[in-house]
């Protein structure tokens, strides 16, 4: 989604929750029409860190440090249509020039899940049957281009 495009660069350690919020609205209100694809209080949903409220829960004023691995749930909508994109980042630690091994797997096996259910997904099949014949039950949307594992620095 361009939206995460023109935010991405922008973020940085010490930004709160609620500031990459503000940030992704502010882009999405630049786009005639757009609008927030579920509630606003959790559209976008960002969460970073351990203990982070997690998913479906608003942001916090908790601030992204490095070694954060940061999770945004954001959706639009326009003229009936509807697209949810969520994203992974993570903020690199000082000296770093990639993520750690254990995160890099995690964002490949994301990427993979995507391809595979890309893979499963028919026309007039819906999305949720299959996700369960990988083996993963989810009523997630699936769009198999959507970048995934960002780094940020």
């Excluded at 490949?108 to 893979?119: D, G, K, M, P």
Aim: glycine share 10%; with cysteine.
């Amino acid at each position: 989604m361009a939206i995460f495009q023109r935010v991405t660069p922008r973020l940085k350690a010490g930004l709160t929750e609620k500031q990459v919020a503000a940030l992704i609205l502010e882009e999405m209100r630049k786009v005639e029409g757009l609008e927030q694809a579920w509630e606003p209080d959790q559209c976008p949903a960002v969460f970073t860190g351990p203990s982070s409220a997690g998913a479906h829960a608003s942001p916090t004023d908790r601030p992204i440090e490095p070694g954060h691995i940061m999770n945004v749930d954001f959706g639009v909508r326009k003229e009936g249509y509807w697209l949810g994109s969520p994203e992974d980042l993570v903020l690199l630690r000082p000296g770093e020039e990639s993520a750690p091994e254990s995160v890099q797997r995690g964002f490949e096996t994301i990427v993979e899940s995507i391809r595979a259910a890309a893979r499963e997904i028919r026309p007039g099949r819906a999305g949720w049957k299959s996700m369960t014949s990988l083996g993963t039950a989810s009523s997630a949307t699936v769009i198999p281009n959507t970048p995934t594992g960002r780094v940020i620095r």
